[in-house]
């Protein structure tokens, strides 16, 4: 039996009425777990829920094995009546189910891996659109029958989004983070220590920040901002699911995007887009040279991930210019303390 494995979690979910997963909650995920773990999850079906015999044995086992925490969770698991799962996942493999799409989110947002640190391959046809709602996750077919129940009992079902992916908060809160607005970061968002997100800022799964850094803009999925970088409101950053195709997107550190600018090629480090400028992986550059005269024109593309670098606008001509950003973003100490 092999002693290594990718990933573990244990974890309690909700089902709709036909016994399917709609959603699972992983408070402890693992990375590269034990080999008491490994062995005493050997037997169980990530696809399915844990038989409370099942659990019983799950728990003995690591008890057994000296997994103190693990073996705690199991004991609280015994006491629910919610469904829960075990999943192992021996290598880092595309997501077969619900219960291990969701592991890996959690992975991602407990800061156990990075944006692109896991393969979620197929993971839109596994996960399905889901109510999310004040009495927690309802499959969209159900809904109606729900919300007349509670509408009986003189309550409002509070329906908050329809979705495949909750907000992270409802199943991870990273330590040293300020959320504005907590619908707007998806499980499975990358936040750092040291991370702001603003009111208008926005994070989809498998994106996030190295941390510190202010978020006023869009990271999209795919997406990962370096240390000490500000992201203006309104600004967007071009991922995989919103055109960028193959070309991965990454933001360097102590960048600056100004409000309302966006980008479709990643930045090197103290890189500086002004204000309402969007530069795509086609646009012309004219580049300048330290003098501010004209040297020759390139595609934004070939200055993809280069450093200390300014891209405006020419205010005359409308012509993209770029010249060396001499002048590195500095985040404010106070604006962006955490404790």
């Known amino acids: 039996m092999t002693d290594s494995a990718f990933a573990f979690g244990l974890g309690v979910g909700t089902h709709n009425s036909k016994g399917e997963w709609l959603e699972v909650f992983f408070p402890q995920p693992l990375l590269a777990p034990s080999a008491g773990i490994i062995n005493a999850a050997a037997t169980c079906n990530s696809a399915q829920a844990l038989s409370k015999e099942q659990l019983q044995q799950l728990h003995a086992a690591l008890v057994e094995a000296g997994e103190e925490s693990q073996a705690q969770l199991a004991a609280q698991f015994l006491q629910s009546e919610q ?9 880092d493999a595309a997501p077969g189910n619900v219960p291990e799409g969701y592991l890996k989110l959690h992975l991602l947002s407990h800061r156990l891996v990075e944006p692109h640190g896991t393969s979620l391959d197929g993971l839109f046809g596994i996960l399905p659109n889901v109510a999310w709602t004040s009495e927690g996750a309802i499959d969209i077919g159900e809904l109606p029958v729900r919300q007349l129940a509670a509408r009986l009992r003189g309550n409002v079902l509070e329906v908050s989004c329809v979705d495949k992916f909750p907000k992270m908060t409802n199943y991870v809160v990273p330590t040293g983070v300020r959320i504005a607005h907590t619908a707007r970061v998806r499980l499975g968002a990358h936040l750092g220590e040291g991370t702001t997100i603003m009111h208008e800022g926005f994070v989809n799964f498998n994106a996030g920040t190295a941390g510190p850094g202010m978020i006023e803009g869009r990271i999209s999925a795919g997406v990962m901002v370096g240390a000490g970088s500000d992201l203006g409101g309104g600004c967007s950053t071009m991922g995989t699911l919103s055109g960028g ?14 409000a309302n600018a966006g980008i479709g090629i990643p930045l090197g480090d103290r890189c500086t887009v002004e204000a309402g400028l969007f530069v795509t992986s086609g646009t012309k550059v004219t580049m300048l040279d330290a003098e501010g005269m004209p040297v020759e024109t390139a595609r934004a593309r070939d200055l993809a991930s280069k450093s200390d670098l300014l891209f405006r606008r020419n205010s005359t001509t409308g012509a993209v210019e770029c010249l060396t950003n001499r002048s590195a973003i500095e985040l404010n100490e106070e604006l962006h303390a955490h404790n």
């Open 83 to 91: 469904p829960a799962v075990a999943v192992l996942l021996r290598e």
């Open 245 to 258: 195709g193959n070309i991965i997107i990454s933001v360097g550190k102590e960048c600056l995007i100004g």
